[in-house]
């Protein structure tokens, strides 16, 4: 695959400590787009703290990391919607050099919201919402006072406008790209790069345990995580994927509201929680 002189330039090794910091965090990094990121920010030289719930998946990242990379890691392993763990990661990243904060993390409850038990909703807001504003407030002020850094929140198309049978996931990422914006703006003086990754479907564990097929303009996991770094310090938004650059502008642009949400329903309607997918034949 041809790449293109900005994809080129963002993977060399070394640019992404020089201009951000030698360390990363990738919170939710465990497989799937949280460990591309990991391997995009090692390949530019960056050593990386993996955080997810499953040590051993983390260990072995880690291990593949340092051999093909020859970078340093360090692997947290708790829930982030618990308070206490955001609490240790912030002290176990204290006195490093920080430079990249990816949060990756999400909860996606699936189904009609009445359907759905307050624990699974109240689990995606601590998740979604509450995990990457209160590490964003824990670690952007060293990265103020040195002049340099960069973070990068998960959104999603589906926070675009009302996403059926996923309704509060995707108010959580309407909420993570608003958020980014703000910070953008806030802080692009201040040395701070900021932008929001609105992804379509990515090919992952965990969607194709709720989607079971791929849909327009699915792409692979590497492909965003690069696209999405490559994206710092350009804006304030990437939105990875041709096709789904022409849907956003269809959707946002083109389309009433009410209909947007209606051609949204009809990518939606067949998502199943993967505990549901796991039994159908």
């Given amino acids: 695959m041809k790449h293109t002189q900005h994809q080129t330039e963002g993977k060399q090794p070394g640019r992404f400590p020089i201009r951000y910091g030698s360390w990363a965090v990738v919170a939710g990094a465990s497989q799937g787009l949280g ?6 920010l090692a390949e530019r030289g960056m050593n990386v703290v993996l955080v997810a719930r499953r040590m051993p998946l983390l260990e072995a990242l880690a291990k593949e990391l340092h051999e093909s990379f020859g970078i340093e890691t360090r692997c947290i392993d708790g829930d982030l919607a ?3 763990c955001l609490e240790r990661l912030s002290a176990a990243v204290a006195d490093l050099d920080l430079g990249v904060l990816v949060y990756n993390a999400a909860h996606a409850p699936v189904g009609e919201f009445a359907s759905l038990t307050d624990g699974d909703l109240m689990h995606a807001l601590d998740v979604n919402v509450r995990g990457p504003v209160a590490l964003l407030r824990s670690l952007l002020p060293a990265m103020i006072a040195r002049k340099r850094g ?6 999603s198309l589906a926070g675009n406008q009302g996403s059926p049978r996923i309704a509060a996931y995707a108010a959580t990422k309407a909420f ?3 958020l980014a914006e703000g910070l953008w703006q806030e802080l692009r003086r201040s040395g701070i790069d900021i932008v929001a990754c609105c992804a379509g479907a990515v090919r992952t564990p965990g969607y194709s345990a709720t989607a079971g097929k791929g849909s327009p303009g699915t792409m692979d996991p590497a492909r965003v995580a690069d696209y999405t770094l490559n994206a ?3 804006g304030p938004v990437a939105i990875p994927g041709f096709i789904n650059r022409a849907a956003t502008f ?3 642009r083109l389309l ?3 209909l947007a949400i209606g051609v949204m329903a009809g990518f939606t309607n067949d998502l199943a929680q993967p505990r ?3 039994k159908t034949p």
């Fill in 35 to 40: 460990a591309a990121y990991a391997r995009a």
């Fill in 82 to 84: 618990d308070a206490l």
């Fill in 150 to 155: 960069a973070a990068v929140l998960m959104s």
């Fill in 176 to 178: 993570n790209r608003v």
């Fill in 232 to 234: 710092l310090g350009r």
């Fill in 250 to 252: 269809f959707l946002t």
């Fill in 256 to 258: 009433p509201r009410r």
């Fill in 276 to 278: 549901e997918r796991e």
